[in-house]
């Protein structure tokens, strides 16, 4: 009788023991899939971000019949820094800092061309 109270406790632990490990498993799997996905997220954020300023750099800048008003150039300034990108940044501020309209033009692309290549896939 004792033999088999034993063999049964040693069954159960065994048991118990391999639902742990089944479960370590199944978690370290779901952590890594949870990675993923907030990466996979956060590249949509900024794709986003970077679409929307794309949009609002066209509409107020490429498709403008008059000089950019004060008000505008805040609103893209403000977009520009939300997408808290150094390098477009940068290229931005060389964009706004251009002398001459060949200059400008040049910046311009750039900065689209930029803006673009940081959109991501998955």
């Known amino acids: 009788m004792n033999k088999i109270k034993t063999t049964l406790i040693l069954i159960i632990v065994l048991i118990l023991l ?5 479960l370590g498993v199944k978690y370290i799997s779901l952590v890594k899939e949870l ?4 990466a996979a ?4 954020k900024t794709n986003e971000k970077v679409l929307g300023f794309l949009k609002l750099f066209i509409k107020e800048v ?4 008059n000089e950019v008003d ?20 940068t290229q931005w501020k060389k964009f706004t800092e ?12 750039n900065l689209l061309e930029m803006l673009v290549n940081k959109i991501k896939t998955q």
């Open 35 to 38: 990675r993923q996905t907030q």
């Open 62 to 65: 490429l498709k403008a019949e």
């Open 98 to 109: 251009s002398k001459t309209e060949a200059e400008a033009q040049e910046e311009v692309k």
């Open 41 to 44: 997220l956060q590249t949509q």
């Open 18 to 22: 391999a639902a742990n490990v089944f």
């Open 70 to 89: 004060f008000e505008t150039r805040l609103k893209l300034e403000n977009a520009v820094r939300s997408l808290e990108d150094e390098e477009i940044l």
